[in-house]
C-alpha cells in the first residue's frame, strides 16, 4: 500500500522560505511522477508543481513559477518542494501526489493522481 507523508509545514513570513518534504513508501518510488497541490480555506484544490519520475521534467503553476522549485531523490524516496519569497497567498494545506508514470511526462491534473498524503499546513504568520 502506497503511503506518502509530508512534513515541513509551519509557520512563514512573507518574503521568507520554507522546504516542504514527501516521503513515500509501499511501491518503487522511481516509477512514480510526483506533485504538489494545494487547498486554500474555501477553496478549491490546486496545482502547485510536479516532476517526472527521473526529475527531468518539471512543471509549475503560473503563481509559483519562480519562487517554488520541485525536487526528488529516489534514494531515498522522497519529493521536495522549496518554497522562496513567500506570499501570504501562499497559505494553504499542501499536499504529496503520486502518479504511476514511468515516463518524463508530468500532470497538472489532481484527477491524474492515484495516492495522496494528509497534507501539511503552511500558514502565514502576520
Known amino acids: 500500500q502506497v503511503q506518502l507523508v509530508e512534513s515541513g509545514g509551519g509557520l512563514m513570513q512573507a518574503g521568507g522560505s520554507l522546504r516542504l518534504s514527501c516521503g513515500s513508501s509501499?511501491?518503487?518510488?522511481?516509477?512514480?511522477?510526483m506533485g504538489w497541490f494545494r487547498q486554500a480555506t474555501g477553496k478549491e484544490r490546486e496545482f502547485v508543481a510536479a516532476?517526472?519520475?527521473?526529475?527531468?521534467?518539471?512543471d509549475y503553476a503560473e503563481s509559483v513559477k519562480g519562487r517554488f522549485i520541485i525536487s526528488r531523490d529516489n534514494n531515498i524516496d522522497t519529493v521536495y518542494l522549496q518554497m522562496n519569497n513567500l506570499k501570504p497567498g501562499d497559505t494553504a494545506v499542501y499536499y504529496c501526489?503520486?502518479?504511476?508514470?514511468?515516463?518524463?511526462?508530468?500532470?497538472?491534473?489532481?484527477?491524474?493522481?492515484?495516492?495522496w498524503g494528509r497534507g501539511t499546513q503552511v500558514t502565514g504568520s502576520s
Open positions: 501526489a503520486a502518479r504511476f508514470a514511468p515516463s518524463e511526462v508530468t500532470a497538472n491534473a489532481a484527477r491524474g493522481y492515484e495516492c
Open positions: 509501499g511501491h518503487t518510488f522511481s516509477s512514480y511522477g
Open positions: 516532476i517526472s519520475w527521473g526529475g527531468r521534467s518539471t
